[in-house]
């Protein structure tokens, strides 16, 4: 036996070293087949979802489709206008809201983390939007540009440009914009947060249940057609 061991010394490590290799394989796998968590509690859709926030079941050749009652799928998000995850993920929503146009009803939580500073008026710019019923279109162009505004002093003069290409009344954008009833709705959205222990933005919801994503620009959409196929 200590002969043969002698002999196929070199052969025996090659085929521990495989063995190590592949069941080390086989654990990255099973870990990277399944990068998102999901949550084992469910969370009261009039909390995630209350009446009155704004709503879209889809992006159809550039517009926003408004909610569908028969979407079977609700996709919440918790986000901050100056978080740059928030935006690495707004592409993903908007993939998400193109290819399941009616299937899928999204909705838009404020949740303007402190140390953003201009964070709550990006929020409120959104709101203000929404009040002339472009709030997906502002909230589609804070993020497409949050490097242009994130770091300015003052970002307001930026954002009623953007109210003016969207057609926007610009003088009522910004009485809006500056409105204690706008600041009030935001701050409902970041109760609402603090009411779900947020740790993070962006946090999605799908369904009630959180998930949590890795990073991978296909994952939301895949998420959600496990649940779309239901």
Same mark, same amino acid.
Not at 88 to 100: E, G, I, M, S
Not at 171 to 197: E, H, L, W
């Given at each position: 036996? @200590?002969?043969?061991? +002698?002999?196929? @010394?070199?052969?025996? *490590?090659? *085929?521990?070293? /495989?063995? *190590? ?19 084992? /509690?469910?969370? %009261? ?8 926030? !704004? ?34 993920? #707004?592409? =993903? ?5 193109? %290819? ?10 404020? !949740? ?6 201009? #964070? ?8 203000? #939007?929404?009040? +002339? ?6 909230? %589609?162009?804070? !993020?497409? /540009? ?15 440009? =953007? ?10 954008? /910004? ?13 409902? %959205? ?19 249940? @959180? ?13 959600? +057609?496990?649940?779309? #196929?239901?």
């Amino acid at each position: 036996m @200590k002969d043969f061991l +002698q002999r196929n @010394k070199v052969f025996i *490590i090659v *085929i521990l070293a /495989t063995c *190590i290799l592949i069941v080390g394989g086989l654990f990255l796998m099973s870990r990277g087949s399944n990068p998102s968590t999901v949550s084992s /509690t469910n969370v %009261d859709s009039s909390i995630l979802a209350p009446s009155g926030v !704004y709503k879209t079941s889809g992006l159809v050749n550039g517009f926003y489709l408004p909610a569908s009652p028969s979407a079977t799928v609700t996709l919440v998000e918790f986000g901050d206008y100056v978080c740059p995850a928030c935006g690495d993920a #707004a592409p =993903y929503v908007k993939q998400v809201l193109t %290819d399941f146009p009616g299937k899928v009803n999204y909705v838009f939580r404020n !949740y303007p983390l402190s140390y953003h500073t201009n #964070a709550p008026l990006a929020s409120y710019a959104a709101e203000a #939007a929404g009040l +002339q019923g472009k709030y997906f279109e502002m909230n %589609d162009r804070l !993020y497409s /540009t949050q490097n242009d505004w994130s770091n300015l002093p003052d970002p307001a003069s930026v954002f009623v440009g =953007y109210a003016k290409d969207l057609g926007l009344n610009t003088d009522k954008f /910004t009485s809006d914009m500056n409105s204690q009833n706008v600041k009030d709705v935001v701050q409902r %959205d970041m109760n609402d947060g603090k009411t779900v222990a947020l740790t993070e933005t962006p946090t999605f919801y799908i369904n009630g249940t @959180k998930v949590s994503l890795s990073g991978d620009s296909n994952q939301l959409r895949d998420l959600i +057609q496990v649940d779309l #196929a239901k």
